[in-house]
């Protein structure tokens, strides 16, 4: 029979390891160099790990790295984590900019002879969660909001009642980062259905 194991034996299992991982670009530190956003990655590694950051970005690191390259192969590299670079920074101007063009439509609709919906659209566009400013929506006015798909096929918020001025009032005070003159307010009649 075999003997029952005593506590001086420590596990024969390995033991799980923990390994972080970037909050940019979501892959572990190591691997940031082929996501594109290399800069923001480091700088977030700076901040949050600094002992890692030193481990992988301190001068020695990236000599030792280099130094097993050729001299072809450096210059790709330099050539390629340049390109990055530069398409990262473009992305980042093209989202910047159409964020700033984006328009909020804040729209009243008829629906019967004396009932209105609000619409809202091109929220989205602003980073914003269409279901969690619809729920806000619902509690601020109390009333009736969802999120609903339109025919363009694109998403926008219905409020019901007539809440345009309101909501816009509303969308200007709550969310700084859009800008008032990109907020419009349109009044539109919806057609009879066809019986």
């Given at each position: 029979?075999?003997?029952?194991?005593?506590?001086?034996?420590?596990?024969?299992?390995?033991?799980?390891r923990h390994v972080?991982?970037?909050?940019?670009?979501?892959?572990?530190?190591?691997?940031?160099?082929?996501?594109?956003?290399?800069?923001?990655?480091?700088?977030?590694?700076?901040?949050?790990?600094?002992?890692?950051?030193?481990?992988?970005?301190?001068?020695?690191?990236?000599?030792?790295?280099?130094?097993?390259?050729?001299?072809?192969?450096?210059?790709?590299?330099?050539?390629?984590?340049?390109?990055?670079?530069?398409?990262?920074?473009?992305?980042?101007?093209?989202?910047?900019?159409?964020?700033?063009?984006?328009?909020?439509?804040?729209k009243r609709v008829?629906?019967?002879?004396?009932?209105?919906?609000?619409?809202?659209?091109?929220?989205?566009?602003?980073?914003?969660?269409?279901?969690?400013?619809?729920?806000?929506?619902?509690?601020?006015?109390?009333?009736?909001?969802?999120?609903?798909?339109?025919?363009?096929?694109?998403?926008?918020?219905?409020?019901?009642?007539?809440?345009?001025?309101?909501?816009?009032?509303?969308?200007?005070?709550?969310?700084?980062?859009?800008?008032?003159?990109?907020?419009?307010?349109?009044?539109?009649?919806?057609?009879?259905?066809?019986?």
């Amino acid at each position: 029979m075999s003997d029952p194991p005593t506590e001086d034996s420590g596990p024969n299992e390995a033991q799980a390891r923990h390994v972080v991982y970037c909050g940019v670009c979501t892959l572990p530190p190591e691997y940031c160099e082929f996501g594109g956003t290399t800069q923001k990655c480091e700088d977030w590694l700076k901040e949050h790990h600094p002992d890692l950051h030193a481990q992988l970005y301190s001068e020695e690191a990236i000599a030792s790295t280099l130094a097993t390259l050729s001299v072809d192969a450096r210059k790709r590299a330099e050539k390629d984590s340049s390109k990055k670079a530069a398409k990262a920074s473009a992305a980042e101007a093209r989202l910047l900019e159409q964020k700033q063009n984006a328009k909020v439509l804040i729209k009243r609709v008829e629906r019967n002879k004396r009932k209105y919906v609000t619409a809202v659209s091109g929220l989205e566009a602003h980073g914003l969660e269409l279901k969690k400013v619809a729920k806000e929506f619902g509690k601020k006015f109390a009333c009736g909001s969802s999120v609903t798909k339109t025919p363009s096929g694109g998403e926008e918020i219905v409020v019901q009642g007539d809440l345009s001025d309101e909501i816009y009032d509303w969308v200007v005070e709550t969310y700084k980062d859009i800008p008032e003159e990109n907020v419009d307010c349109i009044e539109d009649k919806k057609k009879k259905a066809a019986g």
